[in-house]
């Protein structure tokens, strides 16, 4: 099914045509949440987050989520959120660091979207997670091993994401978001300039 997508100007003047949605990919503390708002604004489409969505539906937290029914729990309720995001119009998607390790969410995000990976250093991925008490992969005696280890294992499958942007800690949020742009660009089936 072809799906129209919106013709918006961007603060610089230009304008894109967002076709697919696109899903924001990679570990905590990349910037998935940021630099995907600060996108939706540049391109002129909706910003969705799947936790924020996960939580909404559940009404409670991810983390009493994973206290209360556990992690396989949460992972079918994110799977079936992330399928219900990517059906209709072309948005902005932040998705959770566990999200694309699954098959079945790479794979309705590659049929229905675009998958960009936020590839981070283990440094700069601790530096922004490591006073933030909402997130319960952490809660461990060693959160920063458990943060690294954690990377090491979900690299794989984050690398199968169809785009990579590197996040440096000297972009501004608009800085990562232009050079998302930029990697976007080189889809035209995901976005178009006008």
């Known amino acids: 099914m072809h799906r129209r997508g ?3 100007r961007s603060g610089a003047g230009l304008r894109y045509r967002l076709k697919r949605t696109v899903a924001l990919v990679g570990m905590m503390g990349s910037g998935k949440t940021a630099v995907g708002g600060a996108l939706a604004r540049l391109l002129g489409v ?20 994973f206290a209360r029914d556990g992690e396989a729990f ?3 309720r994110e799977a079936e959120v992330i399928a219900r995001l990517l059906t209709g119009r072309p948005v902005i998607l932040s998705t959770g660091g566990g999200a694309f390790l699954s098959e079945r969410n790479r794979r309705v995000i590659e ?3 675009v ?12 530096n922004r997670v490591r006073h933030k008490t909402t997130r319960p992969l ?10 690294e280890k954690l990377a090491r294992e979900r690299e794989p499958a984050y690398a199968r994401a169809a785009l990579v942007v590197d996040a440096d800690a000297r972009y ?17 089936d995901v976005l178009e300039r006008e």
């Not at 909706?46 to 989520?65: G, K, T, V």
């Open 172 to 188: 501004s949020v608009e800085e990562m978001a232009g050079k998302v742009i930029e990697a976007l660009l080189t889809r035209p």
């Open 115 to 126: 998958a960009v990976w936020l590839r981070a250093d283990h440094d700069l991925l601790w």
């Open 74 to 76: 949460f992972r079918d």
């Open 111 to 113: 049929e229905k979207g």
């Open 46 to 65: 909706p910003f969705l987050d799947s936790d924020a969505e996960i939580e909404r539906a559940a009404n409670m937290s991810i983390a009493e989520i």
């Open 138 to 147: 952490l809660r461990t005696p060693d959160p920063r091993a458990t943060l």
């Open 6 to 8: 919106n013709f918006r």
